[in-house]
């Protein structure tokens, strides 16, 4: 049984081992093909490993990981009409959301700066990749449901599947102090989206 953080000793590497082979088989095994299906028999088998304090399985581990040590879409982002910045002061994260839209509303670029946690920066990658070429309608549906992981409220299973590797995030919700750094992002998104709509809806009115 693969629990806790993996060591870097022979032990470890063996229990790295044992898991990726053990998830290469459940592929097979476990029904549905893809992340999806292996995610779901890696969750049955009890294949976990921790990061940050928080249980997750073997696979959304390695997505975490890769987001966090190689980010996609960290920096500037030219032409940005949008943008924000949100803080956890408890531990120190910060993350600033930048898009640039299109005059139809549509998600032209989407980066994010700032430094944190494993988890605050690898759910900011995934939200610049999850919002990219969508609405801003639909990316902020998107945050809704992200949020949705975390306060218990139910899901439903097409909108779960639909989240994609943003799945990885859910073993967050069992740990508050945790929460906060995964959702950062998608706070800074909505206040992004909404500001710059109050504020134009205001200069109208004007």
Wanted: include cysteine; aromatic fraction near 4%.
């Amino acid at each position: 049984m693969l629990c806790g953080t993996a060591g870097v000793d022979g032990g470890g590497k063996k229990r790295r081992y044992w898991a990726r082979s053990a998830a290469k088989g459940l592929a097979h095994a476990c029904g549905p093909t893809g992340r999806a299906g292996l995610a779901a028999g890696l969750r049955r088998r009890r294949i976990v490993t921790t990061l940050g304090g928080v249980e997750l399985s073997d696979l959304y581990q390695e997505i975490i990981l890769d987001h966090s040590r190689h980010p996609r879409h960290h920096g500037a982002c030219a032409g940005e009409t949008h943008g924000a910045q949100a803080d956890n002061p408890t531990c120190g994260d910060e993350v600033a959301v930048h898009l640039r839209l299109s005059p139809a509303g549509r998600v032209e670029e989407a980066t994010f700066t700032g430094q944190g946690c494993a988890l605050s920066q690898a759910s900011a990658s995934l939200l610049t990749m999850k919002i990219r070429g969508r609405s801003a309608a639909e990316a902020l549906a998107t945050a809704g449901q992200v949020h949705r992981l975390f306060t218990g409220e139910a899901v439903p299973a097409e909108q779960l599947e639909a989240l994609g590797d943003l799945q990885a995030l859910q073993g967050a919700a069992k740990f508050p102090q945790r929460v906060k750094c995964v959702t950062l992002a998608w706070h800074a998104l909505e206040e992004a989206l909404t500001r710059k709509a109050s504020a134009e809806s205001g200069s109208q009115a004007t």
